[in-house]
C-alpha cells in the first residue's frame, strides 16, 4: 500500500532539473534574515518550481511571507526530518530562520 500511495503521488510532481543546491548549517545562535533565493535561472524562477527545504538537527523557527516584516510573518517550527516545498506562487516568498531551538533533536537509538 506504501508503494502503491508512493507511486501515485510522484506522478503528480511535474519532471524538473535541478538547477542550484545551497546547503545551510545554522549554530545554536544561527539565523538567516528574511529573503527571495532568486539565483536559480530564469526558467526555474518564470516556472516557479520549488524549492525545497530538508531539515536535518535542531528545530528551527522558521518564517515566511509576502513581507520582510519578521513581525508579521507566518512562524512554524521545523523538526530534523521536515520536508518543506514552497513552488509556484509561494516560490517568491520572503522567508528565513529566526533562530534555533537547542537540544530539540531527539536522539536515536
Known amino acids: 500500500m506504501i508503494a502503491q500511495t508512493a507511486n501515485s503521488t510522484a506522478s503528480e510532481f511535474p519532471q524538473i532539473n535541478p538547477d542550484i543546491c545551497i546547503v545551510n ?13 532568486k539565483d536559480e535561472s530564469e526558467s526555474s524562477l518564470t516556472k516557479g518550481l520549488p524549492f525545497i527545504s530538508i531539515s536535518i538537527g535542531d528545530t528551527a523557527e522558521f518564517l515566511f511571507g509576502n513581507t520582510r516584516d519578521k513581525d508579521q510573518a507566518t512562524k512554524i517550527n521545523l523538526e530534523s526530518g521536515d520536508v518543506l516545498i514552497l513552488g509556484g506562487e509561494a516560490r517568491l516568498l520572503f522567508h528565513g530562520v529566526s533562530h534555533v531551538k537547542t537540544d530539540t533533536l531527539h536522539q536515536v537509538g
Open 25 to 37: 548549517y545554522y549554530t545554536n545562535s544561527g539565523k538567516l534574515g528574511l529573503h527571495q533565493d
